[in-house]
């Protein structure tokens, strides 16, 4: 795990103590410090019991802690561990900050920060995958992987590569990233922010304001989103990086796991990053043609009769789930058998308006299954199935030849699954038995 020397004989609370708050436990006490732990869950607390205090942070006198490192699943605009904390001037952070304070204790090494509303954990495995082709000694963590304070230091050279949720960037105010990408910033988890799309996009934007000078900043959608204040054309003129035009990034051959816009230009955000660590230009294209994908994102799960079947689970909003129907254009005609629906974070189609010429089919599901089909309707045939299994089984019924059965939702999932995941295993589990009775 990492430690550090800054956390000795000092005193934390950690509030969670889900995956990141045991690895910020384990950590603080390995380095030395105090700790006082402490979970709704006595489940989550068992395991501390007589190695640190438990007990709630919101019940106990915190003069001169030195903070409190909560989950970042915790609502600092609602929780009332802000303010309590506040009145002892004891900072709210997470295990991102820890780790920044960590970072003078470890061997020389260098850090990329990833985020955006789409396209994080792709982006960030990618570029991992990219240094693991390059042989350089690197770990992929912070909203994907093990958490980072519960991984092996690496030697000297090594990368950290971090997908960084808004909510994690909130907590944390000293990470000076030698790379920072901003995908893009579409309005999300508005909750948070008090349905504020200002304040969540301020959040974004603190990755950058947190760096160095003479650090890079990547963010290729400036003109689109911010005003461009932060021009990565610019930064790579003045530097003689090769540029590569984003209109050459379309439909890969060659990227079997990156196919689709978006994943064109999570592409060209990894290769930018990749060249601000020096890593070959034919490893970087390796790198890019043997990235296996992740699951739920543009999983291609199988073809049966050829019609190819599609596990986009992740996306969980419409900018989500736009790229990947711009992925299959009409070949003339639309192909695209589409399963929508779930608990929808917005009213309408919003950005999938003007894209429902590429759908033959769209099969609704869940709460909102019903709106969407009648937002469908009128551009392209929609009914609503209720369930996955009522619409899958309609979908591969309709699909023709060369056809794509796109698992989308564009919505949440808690209305009747567990989480994305779960439901992205049902869609595979309906393809494997369609695939075994074939």
């Known amino acids: 795990m990492i430690t550090s020397t800054a956390f000795a004989e000092k005193r934390y609370a950690v509030l969670g103590l889900a995956r990141s708050g045991v690895a910020t436990v384990e950590a603080l006490l390995a380095s030395g410090a105090e700790v006082t732990a402490w979970d709704n869950r006595e489940e989550a607390r068992a395991p501390f019991a007589g190695r640190c205090d438990l007990a709630d942070p919101l019940q106990i006198d915190l003069t001169e802690f030195a903070g409190v490192a909560v989950s970042p699943g915790v609502p600092l605009n609602t929780h009332p561990i802000a303010p309590y904390a506040a009145r002892f001037s004891v900072p709210v952070i997470g295990d991102i900050e820890l780790f920044a304070q960590a970072r003078a204790d470890l061997p020389p090494h260098k850090v990329v920060g990833i985020t955006g509303t789409n396209g994080k954990s792709t982006t960030t495995a990618l570029v991992y995958h990219i240094l693991q082709t390059a042989g350089v000694p690197s770990v992929m963590g912070g909203n994907i992987g093990e958490p980072i304070l519960g991984q092996v230091p690496l030697p000297e050279g090594g990368v950290y590569v971090l997908e960084l949720s808004s909510y994690q960037i909130d907590l944390t105010f000293s990470l000076d990233c030698d790379v920072a990408v901003l995908l893009n910033i579409t309005p999300d988890h508005l909750d948070r922010y008090d349905g504020s799309f200002e304040k969540y996009r301020a959040s974004k934007l603190r990755l950058f304001e947190m760096q160095s000078e003479e650090h890079w900043k990547l963010e290729p959608y400036a003109r689109l989103n911010m005003g461009d204040p932060f021009d990565v054309w610019g930064v790579f003129e003045e530097h003689g990086k090769a540029l590569r035009d984003a209109t050459g990034l379309g439909a890969q051959p060659d990227w079997p796991s990156l196919q ?76 695209v058998r589409w399963i929508v629906g779930g608990m929808a974070k917005e009213d309408g189609l919003g950005s999938l308006a003007g894209l429902m010429d590429h759908v033959a089919g769209a099969y609704a599901i869940g709460r909102d299954g019903e709106m969407f089909a009648q937002a469908i309707q009128p551009a392209a045939p929609a009914e609503y199935c209720e369930t996955l299994g009522q619409a899958f089984a309609k979908a591969h019924g309709d699909a023709r030849a060369g056809d794509v059965v796109l698992f989308s939702p564009a919505c949440a999932s808690f209305d009747q699954f567990k989480d994305f995941e779960d439901r992205g295993q049902q869609f595979r589990d309906l393809v494997h038995a369609l695939g075994e009775a074939a």
């Open 260 to 335: 689709g816009p978006h994943n064109a230009q999570n592409a060209q955000l990894a290769i930018f990053a990749a060249e601000c660590l020096d890593i070959a230009e034919a490893t970087v294209a390796e790198g890019l043609k043997t990235f296996p994908g992740l699951p739920h994102r543009m999983e291609r799960i199988a073809e049966i009769a050829d019609v190819t079947f599609i596990n986009d689970s992740k996306a969980t909003n419409a900018d989500s789930t736009a790229p990947a129907i711009a992925a299959f254009p009409p070949d003339p005609d639309p192909r």
